[in-house]
Each structure stands twice: as structure tokens, then as C-alpha cells.
């Protein structure tokens, strides 16, 4: 089995180095990190990973605006992204819903149980 490829689009730099070194030492993934939506589409065009792991609360491009980016690119629209948040109230929710994102982690997120979380969403498991 070929081993997953993550890209992490954060703008926070200690979310990026917890979420990298759990996704690789736990996960067993190749983890290759953004620190703004503009160098994360570059890297997800470059790269093609298997799934995008996307903070929504960034500064200049934002989650929603950098996923928007990615889904008008036929090179990266077939992308699994998952949004990453501390935004859980019901309306946020709901706007994530009808962006048609592989999923949301709530942020803080517990750093051991990244890498299962991810799986479960996309279905690794089975």
C-alpha cells in the first residue's frame, strides 16, 4: 500500500508542527506544510496530495476563500479537504455543509487521535 500524502494549510505555526509531527510519527503519512492559502494551492498543485487538512481562519486568503481556489482548479478539485476550526456554532456548520468539504476537526484537536479522525472521515479505515 502506497503511504498517504497529507498537505497542511495553517497559518499557526506550533497547529502545523504538532499536526505534521502526529501525522507522521502515528499516521505514518508524508506531511508536507503551508503556512498561507496562497503557498498551500501552489503546494496542492505541485504536489497533488491526498488530502488537504485546511485551518479557516487564516489571514489574506481564509479557508473558505483558499477551498474555493481549490475547487476552481481542475488540477486540485478532486481533493479530499478537510477544514480545520475552532468556528463549531450551527450556522458555521452549516456553511462548512454546503461547501461540500470532506469533513470538519474541531479545533483544539487532541494531537493522538489526528491521524484516526482523518481516516474515519475519508474512510482509511476499511
Known amino acids: ?5 497529507i498537505l497542511i494549510i495553517d497559518d499557526e505555526y506550533d497547529i502545523r508542527t504538532v499536526a505534521q509531527l502526529t501525522l507522521k510519527t502515528v499516521g505514518g503519512w508524508d506531511v508536507s506544510i503551508a503556512a498561507s492559502g496562497e503557498e498551500g494551492v501552489a503546494k ?3 504536489e497533488q496530495p491526498d488530502v488537504i487538512l485546511l485551518d ?9 476563500q483558499t477551498f474555493q481556489v481549490l475547487q476552481a482548479n481542475p488540477v486540485t478539485q478532486s481533493i479530499p479537504v478537510i477544514l480545520m476550526t475552532a468556528k463549531v456554532q450551527a450556522a458555521d456548520q452549516r456553511r ?9 476537526i474541531g479545533k483544539p484537536f487532541k494531537a493522538m487521535k489526528l491521524p484516526g479522525q482523518i481516516s474515519a472521515i475519508l474512510g482509511w479505515d476499511e
Request: no cysteine; net charge negative; proline share 4%.
Open 96 to 104: 462548512f455543509a454546503e461547501l461540500a468539504v470532506a469533513g470538519v
Open 1 to 5: 500500500m502506497t503511504t498517504k500524502r
Open 44 to 46: 496542492a498543485v505541485d
Open 56 to 64: 479557516v481562519m487564516m489571514p489574506d486568503m481564509n479557508g473558505v
